[in-house]
Nanobody, 122 residues
Framework: VQLQASGGGLVHSGGSLRLSCAASGSITVINDMSWSRQAPGKQRELVAVITNSKITNYADSVKGRFTISRDNAKSTVYLQMNDLKSEDTAVYYC?????????????????WGQGTLVTVSS
């Protein structure tokens, strides 16, 4: 299963961006979808996750500013980012976990997108 992320870019502090990540392949079901980020010199951190039941969870640093959503028909996850701050500058990665089909067999998958850079200027 391949993931393609898009939507990153340069934005001023206080601005907004919307990230998208679409999955392709022989997907049977996608369970959790999530976004993580990695700032220069820091470890990757989980930003937001949404389950198949659309239960969401957020890192404390983005609560009230970021919203994760999903479109199961399009196998796509979104991250709406509002009131962006300089500390949100990072490469953002999407992740999806689920089940894929290969011929008559089913296998779990855990796939990452290629990353999209978000730069917030102060």
């Amino acid at each position: 299963v391949q993931l393609q992320a898009s939507g990153g870019g340069l934005v001023h502090s206080g601005g907004s961006l919307r990230l998208s990540c679409a999955a392709s392949g022989s997907i049977t079901v996608i369970n959790d979808m999530s976004w993580s980020r990695q700032a220069p010199g820091k470890q990757r951190e989980l930003v937001a996750v949404i389950t198949n039941s659309k239960i969401t969870n957020y890192a404390d640093s983005v609560k009230g500013r970021f919203t994760i959503s999903r479109d199961n028909a399009k196998s796509t996850v979104y991250l709406q980012m509002n009131d962006l701050k300089s500390e949100d500058t990072a490469v953002y990665y999407c992740n999806m976990k689920g089940v894929r089909r290969e011929r008559s067999s089913f296998f779990p998958f855990d796939s990452w997108g290629q990353g999209t850079l978000v730069t917030v200027s102060s």
